[in-house]
């Protein structure tokens, strides 16, 4: 209930600061009889590494998890998953000159102000980093919506202002920016690459789309699908915009054009995304986030210090020049962690 | 925890059918030695009856709201306040045509497939009439977070395609489509005339504003004020798209344009939107929601029965040509129920 | 998660005052497809109802329930359920002396250092009538538990000090006192009238069996069947014990004698009560609760009034002369209630 | 939501297996700005390790906690606290003769009834082991309840049949059983040492006091503080029986005995135990539990096979002969989890 947990039956609490000992989840109301395996995990967890494009962060976190709990010969037993996650390479040092200025951009002045003390290294609980716990914990849930037939996977459909034409799960999974056009791709590393070199940074847009749910997921009001689904991805740092089906375009069309016709098959179209009335249809769910830049730019930035005087903060270290690719897999996790809630909750009303 | 209530804190549940006997609201865990009267919450209620515009439904719902408990003497005692609204024109022979039938675009066939039966009678649980409960919930809820001088206002930034120009919550007040831009106002009029005869409905995008929000509120990582309001805006039956501040335009933002510089004062830009790493920074909350045209249109539709055979449906009555103006209402109620659950749990934590 | 609720899937909320408009219970979570009607929620509550015996309260609660949503054509639609009790018979004004005094043993005064006001008339919240909305929205789980073979019979065990037998369901259901062994129940009568004549009251100790719980039902370590079943029991105002199996007996027993033997048929003794670290095990669930003395006596009392100064209370009206056998239909409701919440918890994990 | 976590806003959630890599806990919702260090936790985890009595336990469990998260310079942030504790000595040799058996009194048969899969080394989840956890979030939890005043004391009551006087804290927390009788101490020991050699085991009670509460927390129907009290308290594996007050003794007075009346200074006997209508009165609170023999006892016992097949289970390895005294820590720490939580709650509607 508190802000470190998400889900009601399947249930992830993260915790771990960005340069504190190690960052981690538990998972809570896994079904049992899973076969998991720490190298599942840990697979999920390569495809957020650093290092994916030329300008990325040059930090390199280990990132190894271990599976404290929950597993016996290889299978989730119905208790709860711990997974640990060291952070092996956190000097802290380059921070120090923070401590006392808030980065534009960043959460460091509204953690002060919430609980008047904050961890100001590498942005502390508000870190990207935090993610890692959650791709580990979307591993997890991706098995267990996996046994229902179910597949997320997300996309980069846009990078710096350059759009990209939709392709293959696999041209995306080929991609080191996860975009399955080759010449939007060759694009946005141009883009990249110039931004790194004026010291700034790019926002785009990332596509989820979720294969074989079956209908009936989502419950009527205040857990819909689709509102659970924005929550947990409006959750993400980076994320400013969440639209599912046709989105804020279906703010322009006429009733006649946005119904989706439905025949014995299904669908004749797609503009719900999948959701009725906060329910799933069976049809492919599809959503989209809009990531801003990542605030840590090179460049020197008007702020305030701890005492509200007007102060210039530069940020060291080297940073990613966007969030993309690397937020594609959290984007992934959250939607597997939703539908993993609601596939469990689903059965519990079916006898 | 099922899928009727919302909030941690400040919790709102909701019930009722759209041809029930009735619908209406239970909060639970508003602070005692608040004035409220019946006619705080009938003064919400009327701003989202039909009839503010030419074209909107004929059906006169009375929505007297009777307060049933909770109030001692005219102030909040700390129990729960249980709000009942009957249903007072709830004819539904209007609907008997469409038990067998699926409306596109309508929650007929998920709840079908969820629970394997539904109140077919005017959309049963998924009626834009369940609102009616939200927005009597939300009169109490203004009352918290009015008491910690906190103010939200919505508008109606677009419709049909027309965009408003942003003005004075006084004027959107006098509107009857709650659009403070005289010009966009006729337009937007004309437009529904339009689709009101071609038997057709119109989308928009509302824009909710909140002022006077102390900073500090919001959880860390998966209560985010952000995720939370994104969530319950989603939750909207007509929503399909949530931003906030920037929201899908910071997606092609360079970071150092982004950020909002931090002065003294505050921040010199909003980009933003009044959050920062899921907390409130005390700056204006800005956010906006895609609200799809309304699928009950008077064309003749495609569609399957029960037994899944190809029929076609053409829903009678008179419906609204679109859900702005009476949604903008919900907007502010949903914005103001999540706002008063955070306002109470960052008290918690404050000695 | 505020005060009002209980149960994760099958979720319950009550509201209402003593001396308010009305009482009544939301339940949120009950599968579809159950054949309820009206009349046996009200047979439920008929069971609770004053005029047991003679002693008993002369207040005449009409007690007439409305069902508002969350069924149709007979049957739940897997929406919320709303149940309505009007307080038919609600003059408050026996209790107008009461308006500046705390009745000892009655929650007047914790009401009154929580909130900084109450609702004085008839103990407001705290008054035993609540307890209707528990009974009502119980004979809603226990049609959710009886489909699954799952019956909960409750006796009056011990009264004013006399101990009955064990018996059968039919003897005790026949009996004013819910007593099955006719000597106790005459000689309980007697000990009421005795206490009554002297403007005082007895306590009592109830006996809860539940048979044909399936094994599986329970969580690990917070949610534990009997843990909950603790709470549940220990939340009826009158109960300052609450104990399962062998219980405190358990204490002075040797592991040898204590532990169950396991057969092929299942136990060959019941100290566990039907439950093993937390988790049914198939055998009958016993748990006994000790009520105490209804706080309200004819009697005058020693208290302080609202200014803390020293003042006499004399309690007008007529009231029971024990919580028993009134309390019985209200055990069975609350362990109805959360059997229900677990029964579907444990079908979620199960494919 | 699921079954490992207890609490709204202060939220404990325990993970591990009696065997597996480690042990731990998840703390959210502390407040911030609260100075821990290990040192403190680890005074609690030393309180409970075994060798304080000649026939405990000879295992050696290192209990040397680890904070990962949630503290910054010595002080809580108001994130998450995760606390580990890894299992030194978890040689399951011992066990792997009960792979295939279910010890009578223990949890191996339920766990496979509910999962149908257990770790059945030493246990698993349902091992006393996972208490350590809790001892650990407990001295978390004390430290926010004690900035607001509260201690929380436990002591031995009755071990064996033999009941103690009660006495000082100071004395009950030099006496190895915690029993602060120091004739009854030695009669204790002496029923211990008895049971050892006959290879049983005692069960007891342990009472709970505390002190410095003040009135006004508890939830007015289902998070009664009472009831999640004794839900807390009940969810120790061995606990068959919770009071509070008079408790069962309560069920044989006369309301004029156990009415506690009321004068300025508050009131003059405590048979309600500091509760009134579930919400505290500042009086001293006062809970007992009825203890139930540890399952583990060297005799062949009669049980089944995983066949469902008669066999006989001898236990081997050495074990406790009572849950006494290393059972006291833990009901000290579920008890000022709950009231961690509830002083929150409280605080949340208080201006």
Redesign the interface.
């Known amino acids: 209930?508190?802000?470190?947990?998400?889900?009601?039956?399947?249930?992830?609490?993260?915790?771990?600061?960005s340069h504190?000992?190690?960052?981690?989840a538990?998972i809570?109301?896994c079904?049992?009889?899973l076969a998991i395996a720490a190298a599942d995990i840990q697979a999920e967890l390569d495809r957020r590494r650093p290092g994916l494009i030329p300008s990325a962060s040059p930090r390199r976190e280990a990132d190894r998890v271990?599976?404290?709990?929950?597993l016996?010969a290889g299978?989730t037993?119905?208790?709860?998953?711990?997974l640990?996650i060291r952070n092996a390479d956190a000097t802290a040092d380059a921070y120090d000159g923070l401590r006392d200025l808030?980065r534009?951009?960043?959460?460091d002045?509204?953690?002060q102000?919430?609980?008047?003390?904050?961890?100001h290294r590498g942005?502390?609980?508000?870190s990207g980093r935090?993610t890692a716990a959650r791709v580990a914990a979307g591993a997890v849930a991706r098995r267990v919506i996996g046994?229902a037939g179910i597949v997320v996977k997300a996309w980069t459909r846009?990078l710096?202002?350059v759009v990209a034409q939709p392709g293959s799960p696999e041209a995306a999974a080929a991609s080191p920016l996860r975009c399955p056009d080759p010449g939007a791709e060759q694009e946005m590393l141009a883009r990249l690459t110039e931004?790194r070199a004026?010291?700034?940074?790019?926002?785009?847009?990332v596509e989820i789309r979720v294969q074989g749910c079956p209908?009936?997921?989502?419950?009527?009001?205040?857990?819909?699908i689709?509102?659970?689904?924005?929550?947990?991805?409006?959750?993400i740092?980076t994320v400013?915009?969440?639209?599912?089906?046709?989105?804020?375009?279906?703010?322009?069309?006429?009733?006649?054009a946005?119904?989706?016709?439905?025949?014995?098959g299904g669908f004749?179209s797609n503009?719900?995304?999948g959701?009725?009335?906060?329910?799933?249809?069976?049809a492919e769910i599809v959503l989209r986030v809009?990531?801003?830049?990542?605030?840590?730019?090179a460049?020197p930035?008007?702020?305030?210090d701890a005492q509200?005087?007007?102060a210039v903060v530069t940020i060291g270290g080297r940073h990613d020049a966007s969030v993309i690719p690397r937020i594609v897999p959290v984007c992934e996790a959250m939607v597997a962690i939703v539908l993993a809630d609601h596939l469990?909750?689903?059965?519990?009303?079916?006898?």
Chains 1, 2, 3, 4 share one sequence.
Not at 104 to 107: A, E, I, K, V, W
Not at 198 to 205: F, H, P, R, V
Not at 228 to 233: E, T
């Open positions: 209930m508190s802000g470190n947990s998400i889900g009601v039956l399947f249930r992830v609490t993260t915790w771990g600061e504190g000992p190690a960052t981690g538990v809570d109301g079904p049992p009889l271990e599976i404290l709990s929950g016996f299978k037993t119905g208790t709860p998953i711990s640990l808030y534009p951009g960043h959460g002045i509204t953690y102000a919430k609980y008047g003390i904050r961890d942005g502390g609980r508000a935090e046994r846009e710096g202002g931004a004026a010291g700034d940074t790019l926002g785009g847009i209908p009936g997921l989502g419950e009527p009001v205040f857990g819909k689709d509102a659970d689904l924005a929550g947990a991805l409006m959750g740092g400013k915009g969440v639209e599912i089906g046709a989105g804020f375009a279906a703010a322009r069309m006429q009733g006649s946005c119904n989706d016709p439905i025949c014995p004749t503009n719900a995304g959701v009725l009335a906060g329910i799933t249809t069976g809009a990531c801003k830049p990542i605030p840590s730019i460049r930035q008007e702020t305030v509200g005087r007007p469990l909750r689903q059965r519990a009303i079916t006898d």
